[in-house]
């Protein structure tokens, strides 16, 4: 008879106590694996919100971190407005003066390459403007390129797709500038689809609502990003909201665009009017984006931030200390779960000592029987340890609909974060540290005495 | 087979110094020799069956089983041997709880050098009448049936001496003529030496060869030592 079947045999006879001691480990294994998830799903969240298909975020002076919150996640309220002119600095002289002859303005600005035009190369310059809400959700306005140029997921190559409807165009025969795409979540949550009429409030969820409406043309599928959580609108229809347009300078120089008198469509601001919360930018090649970066910063008016050092930078000052605190729970639920088993196995060595000075007499070795009590802890640790995070996997997997539906973050059964690879190993060991106590007893029982006991 | 020469084994007392429990100038058995050995109890009896199974080492003396000098072994030398040559029976039968009755009788096998033979501990069984409680647990078995187990087991492994301390003591007459019956029967089947110690003078008759604790113990003449020199385990055996 091996030895682990005589562990084994121990550990089943008694089975109150083995059982109330595995399940104390199972619990604190099944504890330690719901955690290091959670930290697990905030970290992915995080990596891929901050994987946001662009390389640098353009916005006023400031803070960077507050850009990148403002900008990416669509958090904590925009630092200023940049005038239109400062996007107008990443395109060439055509497209500025195409800009010009559209949208009226100083005919000087077509005459110009922008200050940041030569770093986009195949790249794009994509204008946000924040300052709306549709409900809870903040109301972002932007070009289509948004939905043409951005990309997203773990390797930023994903465009985004609809499960309803489509992405704005520029001006549509129907809704002309007046369209909105709506997030994910904003759908589920507002209960808006394809068809449905929004209306913005102006400048917080309580606020004035404007009397324009935008009509929904387009529902995303989930994205794990924070676009899942913003309704996005034309810019054009976004800047002829009521309160929208910057007042024009006495002194500006504008030649407006002339007009057919049969148009119908709504006259467009003027750059002097216009302007922008955030510019979203992808150079290429990328080896430009520092030099990019320092020359924008450089200027009177705009930063540029680069978004995924900011999140890191983030993530080192929260989720740093947090993987510090979870870490210090994991190892006082092991070490908790590990006395657990030295309490149990060494309150039943009173018990025991008879069984092992039999076995003595019938020829067992000292390390034999210390062995038996170290089996004993490690079939403890080994089923509290894999029940407890297979039990775990099965909670999270049971609760991975919620979770993909809230972080955008598929979770499969078997999904493991890094630090889990290391939980069943450290928990034997641990267990098997434990055993030492009540092991070195067995080591210890004297044979005579316990014989005649 | 088994030669003790001038053994003394003594304790330290509590308050200092130390009591000779055992003093044996010569005691032999023979292969397949059976021996009663009778007397008093706290006379060394358990001491000197310790003794011979390896269990403690000898203050003083010789003690050689087939050639095999037993104080110059190590304790995990003197384990193996216990495991190859030396078969126990207890007078409170130390079944293991958590094991059936055929599990019990492995473990005779466990810790030897020899693989388990589950045909052997299921014939063992099969001899000791318990063939059809080969998967009871001892909480389940009659007192007898329990001490038979014990027979069984302390057989399995093949041994050259079966021990007997007082195996009869704590069954009820009927079963000890059982367990007695088997004891002898299947030493004398197996070849096996037995040295059993009781101080049951009915059972002797069923010896050839009955030694007195008094004769071969030095120490125990000495009614001083009877009281002082006890063991702890010779009085927790009494």
């Not at chain 1, 680069?306 to 729970?329: C, D, R, Y």
């Not at chain 2, 050259?160 to 000890?176: G, R």
């Not at chain 2, 120490?219 to 010779?234: I, L, R, Y």
């Amino acid at each position: 008879m091996r030895l682990i079947k005589i562990a084994w045999r121990n550990f089943c006879y008694r089975k109150l106590s083995s059982l109330l001691t595995t399940l104390n480990l199972t619990l604190g294994v099944a504890l330690v694996v719901g955690v290091l998830s959670i930290y697990g799903i905030i970290s992915e969240a995080f990596v891929r919100n901050a994987s946001v298909g662009c390389n640098l975020v353009v916005g006023p002076k400031g803070s960077a971190l507050q850009l990148t919150l403002n900008a990416v996640y669509y958090l904590s309220q925009p630092i200023e407005n940049l005038p239109f002119t400062e996007y107008m600095e990443f395109f060439d002289a055509d497209a500025r003066a195409k800009m010009v002859k559209r949208y009226g303005g100083d005919p000087e600005l077509g005459e110009r390459d922008g200050k940041y035009a030569g770093f986009i190369g195949g790249g794009f310059a994509i204008p946000l403007a924040l300052g709306d809400y549709f409900g809870e959700y903040r109301v972002v306005g932007t070009t289509p390129d948004f939905f043409e140029r951005l990309r997203h997921g773990p390797s930023v190559d994903q465009p985004f797709t609809f499960a309803e409807g489509r992405s704005f165009v520029e001006s549509s025969p129907e809704h002309s500038v007046f369209e909105a795409v709506v997030g994910s979540r904003v759908a589920a949550t507002m209960d808006v689809s394809v068809g449905d009429q929004m209306n913005p409030t102006h400048g917080d969820p309580d606020g004035k609502g404007h009397g324009q409406g935008f009509q929904i043309v387009g529902v995303m599928d989930p994205t794990g990003t924070p676009n899942d959580r913003a309704v996005f609108v034309n810019l054009e229809g976004f800047y002829l909201l009521e309160g929208h347009a910057k007042p024009i300078e006495p002194e500006a120089n504008i030649v407006w665009p002339t007009r057919d008198e049969n148009d119908t469509s709504p006259i467009l601001l003027s750059i002097p009017e216009r302007e922008v919360t955030s510019i979203l930018v992808q150079n290429e090649p990328r080896l430009l984006a520092l030099p990019l970066q320092n020359l924008i910063s450089e200027g009177q008016a705009s930063q540029a931030a680069a978004p995924v050092g900011e999140i890191n930078k983030l993530m080192s000052l929260i989720v740093g200390p947090l993987t510090k605190a979870l870490l210090a729970i994991t190892a006082i639920t092991c070490f908790v779960a590990a006395v657990g088993i030295l309490v149990a196995i060494y309150n039943s060595m009173n018990d025991r000592r008879r069984d092992i000075a039999v076995m003595r007499a019938l020829g067992a070795r000292r390390d034999s029987v210390t062995w038996i009590i170290l089996l004993e802890s490690l079939i403890i640790a080994l089923v509290g340890g894999v029940v407890g995070w297979f039990g775990a996997h099965v909670a999270i997997f049971m609760a991975g609909d919620y979770i993909e539906a809230q972080t955008g973050i598929p979770i499969g059964l078997l999904t493991m974060s890094e630090m889990e690879v290391y939980l069943i190993p450290i928990v034997v060991l641990l267990s098997l540290i434990a055993g030492l106590v009540p092991a070195m007893s067995a080591y210890r029982t004297d044979v005579a005495t316990n014989l005649n006991a | 087979m088994l030669k003790l020469t001038d053994v003394i084994q003594r304790f330290d007392q509590p308050g200092g110094g130390q009591l000779t429990v055992l003093d044996v100038p010569s005691f032999e058995i023979d292969a397949g020799e059976q021996v009663a050995l009778i007397g008093q109890s706290g006379g060394g009896k358990t001491t000197l069956l310790h003794l011979i199974a390896g269990l403690w080492s000898a203050t003083q003396g010789s003690i050689r089983f087939d050639g095999l000098e037993l104080s110059r072994l190590s304790e995990q030398g003197r384990d193996r041997f216990r495991a190859a040559c030396i078969g126990y029976v207890f007078q409170t039968f130390n079944l293991l709880p958590a094991f059936s009755a055929i599990e019990n009788v492995q473990l005779g096998m466990t810790f030897g050098r020899q693989r388990v033979d589950i045909d052997r501990s299921r014939e063992l069984l099969r001899r000791v009448g318990l063939s059809d409680r080969a998967h009871y647990r001892p909480h389940q078995l009659s007192v007898g049936q329990q001490q038979r187990v014990a027979i069984a087991r302390a057989l399995a492994g093949r041994p050259k001496l079966l021990l007997a301390d007082e195996p009869t003591a704590n069954v009820d007459p009927a079963s000890a003529e059982t367990v007695l019956n088997l004891i002898i029967e299947s030493c004398r089947d197996e070849n096996v030496a037995l040295l059993m110690v009781t101080h049951n003078l009915e059972i002797c008759e069923r010896f050839q060869r009955v030694d007195q604790l008094e004769q071969i113990n030095r120490a125990f003449g000495d009614s001083e030592h009877s009281k002082q020199t006890m063991a702890p385990e010779d009085s927790a055996c009494v």
